[in-house]
């Protein structure tokens, strides 16, 4: 699978309060939580479907709230890139079908460059330059073509 989009940029320790504030988790509604994602960071974010984010090390630290890789998703974001994840983040992510990579590209861009993830081939492409990303296991990228964890139980039954 391979997504193309513009780049978001953000830096390290990017925590789930500023992806998603608290304030807004009483809702169960997924526009809600588009409608602020990135809110704590970037009040300017809107991006367009199929844009990427692009961050340094330990994304998605924080707590454990499966809203932040929702909000990111509902947003229109495609994929995020990142030099590393949290760990409980980088399972939420593929839990609700959030496309994940870890790579070094973060000084390779700028905010509105066009950046392209080959998720099965295991590289980025950024600025004519191709950089080697991670490569989910077979069951994760099965998790994620579902959709999700949810709709991949339905698949089984």
């Not at 839990?95 to 460059?113: C, H, M, R, S, T």
């Not at 191709?130 to 039954?157: E, K, N």
Request: with cysteine; glycine share 12%.
């Amino acid at each position: 699978m391979k997504l193309r989009g513009s780049v978001w940029k953000y830096g390290d320790n990017v925590d789930t309060d500023v992806i998603i504030p608290g304030k807004y988790l009483r809702s169960a509604d997924f526009k809600v939580f588009a409608e602020h994602a990135m809110e704590g960071i970037d009040p300017a974010f809107r991006p367009a479907a199929g844009d990427v984010i692009v961050a340094g090390r330990n994304f998605g630290c924080g707590s454990s709230r499966e809203q932040a890789p929702l909000a990111i998703k509902y947003a229109g974001i495609s994929c995020v890139i990142a030099k590393s994840f949290a760990r409980i983040f980088f399972r939420n992510a593929i839990n609700v079908g959030l496309p994940i990579v870890e790579a070094d590209v973060f000084d390779a861009v700028q905010k509105g460059d066009i950046i392209e993830v080959d998720l099965d081939g295991g590289y980025v492409t950024a600025g004519g330059a191709r950089y080697a990303s991670t490569r989910l296991p077979g069951f994760l990228q099965d998790i994620l073509d579902a959709g999700g964890l949810v709709a991949y139980r339905r698949r089984q039954r």
